[in-house]
Nanobody, 127 residues
Framework: QVQLEESGGGLVQAGDSLRLSCAAT????????MGWFRQAPGKERNLIAA????????FYTDSMKDRASISRDNAKKMVYLEMTSLKSEDTAVYYC????????????????????WGQGTQVTVSS
């Protein structure tokens, strides 16, 4: 099993920046791709970005339009999401997810392709 724990969420002002962290433990060495998703109330869970452990290849959706940056520390099995110029519409629960398949491409955005999920961290942006 793989455990994922997000941290770094909270209440921020519009225009602020925030860095989320995700710690992967347990059998984290079995995972190949990590992703950051978010879900606002009443909406679907959507991918923001994904990254491979090995090469650090990244994949972004248009959800945050160049305001998000994903990175990883392979040795520590940590994944980060840097977000800038936050807006009220960025308010959501942010989830870290892990996939054991090494396939990296269009399927990155599909939540069903991820095997493990964290509990999520709330990000609230006040305007």
């Amino acid at each position: 099993q793989v455990q994922l724990e997000e941290s770094g969420g909270g209440l921020v002002q519009a225009g602020d920046s925030l860095r989320l962290s995700c710690a992967a433990t347990g059998r984290a060495f079995t995972t190949r791709v990590m992703g950051w998703f978010r879900q606002a109330p009443g909406k679907e869970r959507n991918l923001i970005a994904a990254i491979t452990w090995s090469q650090g290849n990244t994949f972004y959706t248009d959800s945050m339009k160049d305001r998000a940056s994903i990175s990883r520390d392979n040795a520590k099995k940590m994944v980060y999401l840097e977000m800038t110029s936050l807006k009220s519409e960025d308010t959501a629960v942010y989830y870290c997810a892990a996939r054991t398949s090494a396939v990296f491409g269009i399927h990155n955005a599909a939540p069903a392709t991820y095997d493990y999920w964290g509990q999520g961290t709330q990000v609230t942006v006040s305007s």
